[in-house]
């Protein structure tokens, strides 16, 4: 056995009760864990409670949190608003199997803010909305596949897992079969000529779905033309474009990226924000499209009405929380405030980066935070690095055991960013957060040169 770093002894010093958890959760859970991305050697952090833009792990160490609820807490945790929603719908009730006032309000406030949202259907994540959008897609045209964009994410289901981390030639993952994964085209986000190629080269493409500010919430990010050249190429070729709004949607700006960009798809897929942290989703669109789903719209075409179904569609604790999140965010400016704080954070990243001599860079789009691990030690002056000049390979890759200790040295220090490397903040992490964070940073680096994991 390897002796360990001193990192990894430090870490293990701090979290001895989520040691403990972790142990047993093994004998439950494959790996101990709910969530791929929770997964870390040795062992995870256990959280008890949360609030504003920190949260605080069973061995009481606090942490400033950048994980942000995988991107659905703009509001930050236990948002006043939010919790006395919660709260109120709680005492009324957990699940009616019935209509309720609340949802109404709640797609009333959708269409109000999201350009697309013509009309709304309720589901209860990311990933069901993202199929749903499919299902449309295909009963609309008549057509069966997909255009797709690679390292672009769209949940776990069959039609979505290839091209994602990996078969990027197209062979299914494991799990899924052949005959699913070949109707997906995948296309790279940024070049043009390969879009058009693709498009005429598959007359049968129902959908084109991506993520609107590039793979991975910008990781790799994509230029508003090329938006505008596919939104132009969709509707001339009668492909319905959908955005994936899950994580960008009432992020970027109330209404999304596509209030930002002013580029409109078809349908959108919505999730985490919307439901203000609780679980749910929802599927917003064209109303002729949106109509396959409607009883009347049905009977009046002559056609069968796709069917859906679905336990916590509208759930009124989920649609309350995500009314008052909703609203809060309409009227408010919390994603300029969240906007600000990925700004000035990145700014002070890069330049501690330039001062300790670590070829990395920070960078991202409206509340994203994305870390550049340089596999290719490319120079990154504090005002020279630009993404779009980049492959998109060489973003998405990260040295496994560089960002491992990474993790856990900023864990030591009290920060807890995403695997991405990165994350997102929120409209509560203040300026004494960020300088809070860029200390814990500073020490954390100061941990990996110490221990020979990089240098500078």
């Given at each position: 056995?390897?002796?360990?770093?001193?990192?990894e002894?430090?870490?293990r010093?701090?979290?001895?009760r989520s040691?403990e958890l972790?142990?047993?959760?093994?004998?439950?859970?494959?790996?101990?864990?709910?969530?791929?991305?929770?997964?870390?050697?040795?062992?995870?952090?256990?959280?008890?409670?949360a609030?504003?833009p920190?949260?605080?792990?069973?061995?009481?160490?606090?942490?400033?949190?950048?994980?942000?609820?995988?991107?659905?807490?703009?509001l930050?945790?236990?948002?006043?608003?939010v919790r006395?929603?919660i709260?109120?719908?709680?005492?009324?009730?957990t699940?009616?199997?019935?209509?309720?006032?609340v949802?109404?309000?709640?797609?009333?406030?959708?269409?109000a803010m999201?350009?697309s949202?013509?009309?709304?259907?309720?589901v209860?994540?990311?990933?069901?909305?993202?199929?749903?959008?499919?299902?449309?897609?295909?009963?609309?045209?008549?057509?069966k596949?997909?255009?797709?964009?690679?390292?672009?994410?769209?949940?776990?289901?069959?039609d979505?897992?290839?091209?994602?981390?990996?078969?990027?030639?197209?062979?299914?993952a494991?799990?899924?079969?052949?005959?699913?994964?070949?109707?997906?085209?995948?296309v790279?986000?940024?070049d043009?000529?390969?879009?058009?190629?693709?498009?005429?080269a598959?007359?049968?493409?129902a959908?084109?779905?991506?993520?609107p500010?590039?793979a991975?919430?910008?990781m790799?990010?994509?230029?508003?033309?090329?938006?505008?050249?596919?939104?132009?190429?969709?509707?001339?070729?009668?492909?319905v474009?959908?955005?994936?709004?899950?994580i960008?949607g009432?992020?970027?700006?109330?209404?999304?990226?596509?209030?930002?960009?002013?580029?409109?798809p078809?349908?959108?897929?919505?999730?985490k924000?919307v439901?203000?942290g609780?679980?749910?989703?929802?599927?917003v669109?064209r109303?002729?499209l949106?109509?396959?789903?409607?009883?009347?719209?049905?009977?009046?075409?002559?056609?069968?009405?796709?069917?859906?179904?679905?336990?916590?569609?509208?759930?009124?604790?989920?649609?309350?929380?995500?009314?008052?999140?909703?609203r809060?965010?309409?009227?408010?400016?919390?994603?300029?405030?969240?906007?600000?704080?990925?700004?000035?954070?990145?700014r002070?990243?890069?330049?501690?980066?330039?001062?300790?001599?670590v070829?990395?860079?920070?960078?991202?789009?409206?509340?994203?935070?994305?870390?550049?691990?340089n596999?290719?030690?490319?120079?990154?002056?504090?005002?020279?690095f630009?993404?779009?000049?980049?492959?998109?390979?060489?973003?998405?890759?990260?040295p496994?055991?560089?960002?491992r200790?990474l993790?856990l040295?900023?864990?030591?220090?009290?920060?807890?960013?995403?695997?991405?490397?990165?994350?997102?903040?929120?409209?509560?992490?203040?300026?004494?957060?960020?300088?809070?964070?860029l200390?814990?940073?500073?020490?954390?680096?100061?941990?990996?040169?110490?221990?020979?994991?990089?240098?500078?």
């Amino acid at each position: 056995m390897a002796a360990l770093t001193r990192i990894e002894e430090e870490f293990r010093r701090k979290t001895r009760r989520s040691a403990e958890l972790a142990r047993t959760a093994i004998d439950s859970l494959p790996s101990g864990v709910v969530h791929d991305s929770r997964y870390i050697l040795p062992y995870g952090i256990y959280v008890e409670r949360a609030a504003g833009p920190c949260k605080f792990d069973v061995d009481d160490n606090r942490y400033i949190d950048y994980f942000g609820g995988h991107g659905s807490l703009i509001l930050g945790h236990d948002h006043p608003a939010v919790r006395q929603a919660i709260a109120a719908s709680l005492a009324n009730g957990t699940h009616f199997a019935a209509n309720h006032p609340v949802e109404i309000s709640w797609a009333e406030q959708i269409r109000a803010m999201i350009p697309s949202a013509e009309k709304v259907r309720f589901v209860s994540s990311g990933t069901e909305a993202t199929q749903m959008c499919l299902r449309l897609a295909r009963a609309a045209t008549g057509r069966k596949k997909v255009l797709r964009f690679a390292y672009h994410y769209h949940g776990w289901q069959d039609d979505m897992v290839s091209g994602y981390s990996s078969h990027f030639d197209g062979s299914p993952a494991r799990g899924v079969p052949a005959d699913v994964a070949a109707n997906t085209v995948l296309v790279r986000s940024r070049d043009i000529a390969e879009l058009q190629s693709a498009i005429a080269a598959h007359p049968d493409i129902a959908a084109a779905i991506l993520e609107p500010l590039g793979a991975s919430t910008g990781m790799v990010p994509i230029r508003t033309d090329y938006l505008a050249v596919l939104r132009d190429l969709t509707t001339r070729n009668g492909i319905v474009l959908v955005f994936d709004e899950v994580i960008t949607g009432f992020r970027v700006s109330p209404g999304g990226v596509q209030a930002a960009t002013g580029i409109t798809p078809d349908l959108t897929a919505l999730a985490k924000i919307v439901a203000g942290g609780l679980p749910g989703g929802a599927v917003v669109g064209r109303s002729d499209l949106m109509d396959l789903l409607d009883f009347g719209a049905a009977a009046r075409s002559g056609t069968e009405k796709i069917t859906h179904f679905g336990t916590y569609n509208g759930n009124p604790v989920s649609a309350a929380a995500g009314l008052a999140a909703l609203r809060y965010i309409a009227t408010t400016d919390a994603c300029g405030q969240a906007t600000l704080a990925a700004e000035i954070l990145r700014r002070g990243l890069n330049e501690l980066f330039e001062s300790l001599g670590v070829p990395w860079a920070a960078y991202g789009q409206s509340s994203a935070l994305h870390i550049f691990m340089n596999p290719s030690r490319r120079p990154c002056a504090l005002d020279g690095f630009d993404p779009l000049l980049i492959p998109a390979e060489e973003l998405k890759a990260r040295p496994p055991e560089t960002l491992r200790l990474l993790r856990l040295a900023l864990l030591v220090n009290g920060v807890d960013i995403s695997g991405w490397p990165g994350g997102v903040t929120s409209a509560v992490h203040d300026a004494a957060i960020i300088d809070e964070t860029l200390a814990a940073w500073r020490k954390s680096l100061d941990m990996l040169k110490a221990d020979h994991v990089i240098q500078g």
